[in-house]
């Protein structure tokens, strides 16, 4: 009896041991794995992904479902990617991308990288993170999400976040993005005896285009060590980590190697249905208000630029026009790959767009509230004034409310 007994306590073990390996499998198969699954269960809610409904602060966006259930993402079955570095480059409309980010990270109940303390536009110095520059959670719990300002520097990210790390950027049109510096920062008082206007009445930005070159070696600007927004060369290929080591087509190749996805901020639109579709992201996630992206153009629109210029200014800024010129050509090339259905979804996310902007901007009713159907591309999104105030918040309202939840998900006293 005693070797019969102790048959069935061994099949009862393998039995047992085939039904965890089925399960893990099961797990890995649906795509669980990640984290996401025991997070909702943490937070209690149902299905698999987050409601953004406001509760002491918390979001009131509507149910977002999986993308990978039918008509959510073109119905193509996935999981949600939600590790992401942002790089933010200077002058590119990378402001609402930010917000865009810090956003995702607080609906879905992410870890983001926050700086240790204060109102800080970026974490490090230059090229560097140390670990007093950022806040300390117990356990050094790796990042999710980073979308504040750091010069691009892979084996920082290596050391901070988790190895499936996508990284993200946005370049603009170099002439676009110079004259958007010069009216932020004011860029004639940083040339030698360059004045606010020049002959005529001409603007600084016009005076500097006339020799490029010539104005570069006299450029007086004072460039702060940890934040650096002053440029006028090659300022977005130094964003992304450029040194003057690599070649134009050198640094290219390295940031096409290294970066998942480049939008470009002329097609903006554009470049949000590829992210969301790469990352497999639900249309909620790529919402943004579309009155601040307006009031970012900064900038002389209507400039008398001559060809003769644009050319100069390439000279002068090669990499800028080399990285610009194959990440346009990139995109354009990408959404052919993605058939007539990408147009489809790019055209029903611009009407949602601008069905958000008219209620946002032009109905100002108490207690209003407004509900996009459903669509191949969309389950229900529900509006209300609190959600047009959320699409408005910046860096600075994340910030404080994501460090509020982080000190409180992790115990942390504020000191």
């Given at each position: 009896?005693?070797?019969?007994?102790?048959?069935?306590?061994?099949?009862?073990?393998?039995?047992?041991?085939?039904?965890?390996?089925?399960?893990?499998?099961?797990?890995?198969?649906?795509?669980?794995?990640?984290?996401?699954?025991?997070?909702?269960?943490?937070?209690?809610?149902?299905?698999?992904?987050?409601?953004?409904?406001?509760?002491?602060?918390?979001?009131?966006?509507?149910?977002?479902?999986?993308?990978?259930?039918?008509?959510?993402?073109?119905?193509?079955?996935?999981?949600?990617?939600?590790?992401?570095?942002?790089?933010?480059?200077?002058?590119?409309?990378?402001?609402?991308?930010?917000?865009?980010?810090?956003?995702?990270?607080?609906?879905?109940?992410?870890?983001?990288?926050?700086?240790?303390?204060?109102?800080?536009?970026?974490?490090?110095?230059?090229?560097?993170?140390?670990?007093?520059?950022?806040?300390?959670?117990?356990?050094?719990?790796?990042?999710?999400?980073?979308?504040?300002?750091?010069?691009?520097?892979?084996?920082?990210?290596?050391?901070?976040?988790?190895?499936?790390?996508?990284?993200?950027?946005?370049?603009?049109?170099?002439?676009?993005?110079?004259?958007?510096?010069?009216?932020?920062?004011?860029?004639?008082?940083?040339?030698?005896?360059?004045?606010?206007?020049?002959?005529?009445?001409?603007?600084?930005?016009?005076?500097?285009?006339?020799?490029?070159?010539?104005?570069?070696?006299?450029?007086?600007?004072?460039?702060?060590?940890?934040?650096?927004?002053?440029?006028?060369?090659?300022?977005?290929?130094?964003?992304?980590?450029?040194?003057?080591l690599d070649t134009a087509t050198e640094f290219v190749s390295k940031v096409d190697k290294q970066f998942s996805m480049i939008l470009i901020l002329e097609h903006l639109n554009h470049s949000l249905v590829l992210l969301k579709r790469k990352m497999c992201w639900s249309l909620n996630d790529i919402i943004y208000d579309v009155g601040r992206r307006q009031r970012e153009r900064k900038g002389n629109t209507s400039l008398p630029i001559t060809n003769e210029m644009k050319a100069r200014y390439r000279e002068s800024s090669p990499v800028d026009h080399a990285l610009y010129d194959h990440f346009k050509r990139s995109l354009w090339q990408q959404i052919r790959l993605e058939g007539?259905?990408?147009?489809?979804?790019?055209?029903?996310?611009?009407?949602?767009?601008?069905?958000?902007?008219?209620?946002?901007?032009?109905?100002?009713?108490?207690?209003?509230?407004?509900?996009?159907?459903?669509?191949?591309?969309?389950?229900?999104?529900?509006?209300?004034?609190?959600?047009?105030?959320?699409?408005?918040?910046?860096?600075?309202?994340?910030?404080?409310?994501?460090?509020?939840?982080?000190?409180?998900?992790?115990?942390?006293?504020?000191?």
């Amino acid at each position: 009896m005693e070797f019969g007994g102790l048959r069935t306590i061994k099949t009862c073990l393998a039995v047992l041991i085939l039904l965890s390996g089925t399960v893990c499998l099961l797990l890995q198969y649906v795509g669980l794995e990640s984290g996401t699954f025991w997070r909702q269960l943490r937070k209690g809610r149902k299905g698999i992904y987050s409601s953004m409904t406001r509760v002491q602060g918390q979001l009131d966006f509507s149910e977002r479902h999986s993308p990978g259930s039918p008509g959510a993402n073109g119905s193509i079955a996935c999981t949600p990617h939600d590790n992401v570095a942002f790089i933010k480059v200077y002058k590119c409309g990378s402001s609402t991308l930010q917000s865009f980010f810090l956003r995702y990270a607080h609906q879905h109940d992410l870890i983001p990288a926050l700086p240790r303390r204060g109102d800080f536009p970026s974490i490090g110095c230059g090229t560097v993170i140390k670990e007093n520059n950022v806040l300390q959670l117990p356990g050094n719990p790796k990042w999710n999400i980073f979308a504040h300002h750091f010069i691009f520097n892979k084996t920082v990210f290596d050391r901070f976040m988790h190895p499936d790390t996508r990284f993200v950027a946005i370049l603009r049109n170099p002439i676009a993005r110079l004259n958007s510096v010069f009216d932020y920062f004011k860029m004639w008082k940083f040339f030698k005896n360059m004045t606010e206007t020049g002959p005529g009445g001409q603007s600084a930005i016009m005076t500097y285009l006339q020799d490029p070159s010539g104005w570069d070696k006299v450029f007086v600007g004072r460039h702060r060590r940890c934040y650096a927004g002053r440029c006028v060369k090659n300022c977005m290929a130094r964003d992304l980590g450029y040194n003057s080591l690599d070649t134009a087509t050198e640094f290219v190749s390295k940031v096409d190697k290294q970066f998942s996805m480049i939008l470009i901020l002329e097609h903006l639109n554009h470049s949000l249905v590829l992210l969301k579709r790469k990352m497999c992201w639900s249309l909620n996630d790529i919402i943004y208000d579309v009155g601040r992206r307006q009031r970012e153009r900064k900038g002389n629109t209507s400039l008398p630029i001559t060809n003769e210029m644009k050319a100069r200014y390439r000279e002068s800024s090669p990499v800028d026009h080399a990285l610009y010129d194959h990440f346009k050509r990139s995109l354009w090339q990408q959404i052919r790959l993605e058939g007539a259905s990408f147009l489809e979804e790019l055209s029903h996310f611009q009407q949602v767009l601008d069905d958000i902007s008219v209620f946002c901007h032009e109905q100002k009713e108490k207690g209003r509230q407004m509900i996009i159907p459903a669509s191949r591309w969309n389950e229900p999104i529900t509006m209300s004034g609190h959600t047009c105030y959320l699409l408005t918040w910046q860096r600075t309202n994340w910030d404080m409310i994501i460090r509020r939840r982080l000190l409180k998900r992790f115990g942390i006293k504020k000191g």
